[in-house]
């Protein structure tokens, strides 16, 4: 949630129109107004806009030269969607320019310490609702007790509680601040210049060398380079610099109309990526796992269900007991953590809000900490013993697709690996998965797009959808609830089949659509069962199995692909959530109200 980009260099540029394109890089995160402060020959240039930032010109911002240049998108928390509230936000004197990602937590008590200290009320010092504009005047404040602009803002920083990254620039000083405690910060390193953001593709176009700050670190970048310290005890940080090993074309539609169509059609390279782990790092996590009395897998949106898969695949292949929770409902068992409790954390960002406040207690607490991540040098990267990757490269729609199977297959290797002979038992779970690859790769054509395109069309006016699935489909079932609600906001939920009798069985009547997951497995002859209920109800049944059914009014066929027929099954949800996206005239990559990544709780 929000976007943050900064700039300092040697020569002047263009730094507007940067700021403009790299605000537009992170337009993925979510926003709702967006502000650019570049610091110019004449002045402080300052453009505050509400809406999308491609709805701008950027000829208007063409000619706007300068060093230092900071920008921001903005998802309101604290204060209404206005330009007023939207960043950069500056002292009284408009010297010093503030963006921020988080929240400032205390904002109201140090909001009352700046009312004492300098005698004034809110109308004659705040000119917006939110959290971030105490920043600039409290280091504003310790500016005038005659503090260095560094020293001013460390004792801002001090203040500060909460979750946060922040970019500061002062007129007449060379060099940006920023410092982060929680959300990711990222700097990029050029020759001669250097860039602040919360995600690479911001500067991407311009260098792939990076470094990630820590936890209360700040830093001081000017032109010539980085300096960084604890935000605490002012001792100095060797940066540690790092290559991002996927490019700009990574992060484009490549000739697709959306983010979302390309991400879902790319999944047979994604999948093959993903299942390319090293043993070793899944055999040590599976040890940490088998040595643990507690075993808590953790994630919030898409990652919760695909943590409830692990758990399930944990069972059912790994003879492991472990649970699965929504990172923002597990609270409540954080004090059962202790040295010999492991906690697993889903995430894609690796900056998920909720899952990173579990985490910290855990490690607090003694226990263990593994993560799979799709993000190197994220918070959970950073704070985990044992770190799993699903090597994806950039997600950009909203709605996770490539991200989500590529845990799921992730997952199924880890449960062969938690098994009593993980060793062997790993090698068939890869074997199974290459094959299943293979199948998906044939089986994902533009053929099967059409028929889901044209089941859309049947479906696009409805305003209620149900999904069933039973034993590893019910996770499924959930997220692809989640999908078709991100994208076509139609009103979707999921279901286990067996929970129909207790109450969700009174939605149905006649036409109400239902899609049903039926496996070749175990659950089939109940799943079959379930849907003749349905059927005999009048609901209108939309098959995704490998074999067709009387039952079925549409039949959409996947392949049978064993454990992994999950993933198989999620693709055509992806696609069809896409197709009514579209119909609908909703934007599939930025959907109403929604960020790519959620950083405050």
Not at 142 to 169: C, I, P, Q
Not at 487 to 496: D, K, L
Request: hydrophobic share 40%.
């Amino acid at each position: 949630m929000c976007g943050i980009f900064g700039y300092v260099g040697v020569r002047e540029r263009d730094v507007a129109l940067m700021t403009y394109r790299a605000l537009r890089d992170l337009e993925y995160r979510g926003y709702d107004s967006w502000g650019i402060a570049a610091m110019t020959p004449d002045g402080v240039f300052v453009r505050k806009s509400v809406g999308k930032i491609s709805d701008t010109n950027e000829q208007e911002l063409k000619g706007i030269s300068g060093k230092l240049a900071i920008g921001h998108s903005r998802w309101a928390t604290h204060g209404g969607v206005s330009e007023v509230n939207s960043h950069p936000h500056f002292n009284r004197d408009r010297t010093i320019a503030v963006i921020h990602n988080g929240i400032v937590e205390n904002h109201n008590e140090l909001r009352a310490f700046l009312y004492a200290k300098l005698g004034l009320v809110h109308a004659d010092l705040f000119v917006s609702e939110t959290d971030t504009e105490v920043i600039p005047h409290l280091i504003d404040y310790f500016l005038r007790l005659g503090n260095t602009f560094e020293s001013a803002f460390v004792e801002t920083g001090k203040m500060l509680e909460g979750r946060y990254a922040v970019v500061v620039m002062k007129r007449g000083e060379p060099y940006l601040l920023a410092m982060r405690d929680g959300s990711p910060l990222v700097v990029g390193e050029g020759e001669d210049q250097y860039y602040l953001a919360s995600d690479v593709p911001a500067f991407l176009d311009h260098t792939r060398t990076v470094c990630y700050p820590g936890d209360r670190e700040y830093l001081k970048v000017s032109a010539e380079g980085i300096m960084m310290r604890s935000l605490d005890d002012g001792a100095k940080v060797e940066p540690k610099w790092s290559e991002i090993l996927w490019d700009k074309a990574s992060a484009t539609k490549e000739g697709h109309p959306h983010y979302m169509l390309k991400e879902i059609l790319e999944q047979p390279l994604s999948l093959d990526k993903a299942i390319r782990q090293e043993d070793g790092k899944l055999l040590e996590a599976a040890a940490l796992m088998k040595e643990a009395e507690h075993c808590f897998f953790i994630g919030c949106g898409t990652a919760a269900k695909m943590a409830k898969l692990g758990e399930l695949y944990a069972a059912s292949v790994g003879g492991r007991q472990t649970t699965a929770f929504v990172g923002s409902e597990f609270k409540p068992y954080e004090q059962f953590l202790d040295r010999k409790s492991v906690l697993f954390a889903v995430s894609q960002s690796g900056e998920t809000a909720d899952v990173l406040e579990a985490l910290s207690v855990g490690k607090k607490r003694g226990a263990k900490i593994v993560s799979l991540l799709n993000v190197v040098g994220s918070s959970m990267d950073r704070m985990s013993d044992k770190k799993l990757f699903i090597n994806t490269g950039p997600e950009i729609a909203v709605a996770s697709t490539k991200a989500a199977t590529a845990q799921a297959a992730v997952l199924i290797l880890l449960a062969h690996a938690l098994a009593k002979d993980g060793k062997a038992k790993l090698a068939e779970g890869k074997h199974l998965l290459r094959r299943a690859v293979k199948e998906i790769k044939a089986w994902l054509t533009p053929d099967l797009s059409y028929e889901i395109r044209r089941v859309a069309e049947r479906l696009k006016d409805t305003n209620d959808l149900y999904i069933i699935g039973r034993g590893l489909n019910a996770p499924i079932a959930h997220e692809a609830a989640i999908k078709i609600q991100e994208v076509s906001y139609i009103h979707a939920e999921g279901f286990p089949g067996g929970e129909l009798k207790h109450g969700p069985i009174a939605l149905i009547q006649k036409g109400t659509p239902v899609i049903a997951l039926i496996a070749n497995d175990e659950t089939r002859r109940d799943m079959e069962s379930n849907t003749m209920e349905l059927k005999s109800r009048g609901a209108y049944i939309i098959g995704i199995a490998p074999t067709h059914s009387p039952l079925f009014d549409e039949w959409i066929p996947v392949p049978d692909l064993g454990i992994a027929s999950t993933i198989a099954n999620l693709i055509p949800i992806q696609l069809l959530a896409y197709h009514l996206a579209v119909l609908r005239g909703n934007d599939p990559d930025k959907p109403r109200n929604l960020a790519k990544s959620v950083t405050v709780k």
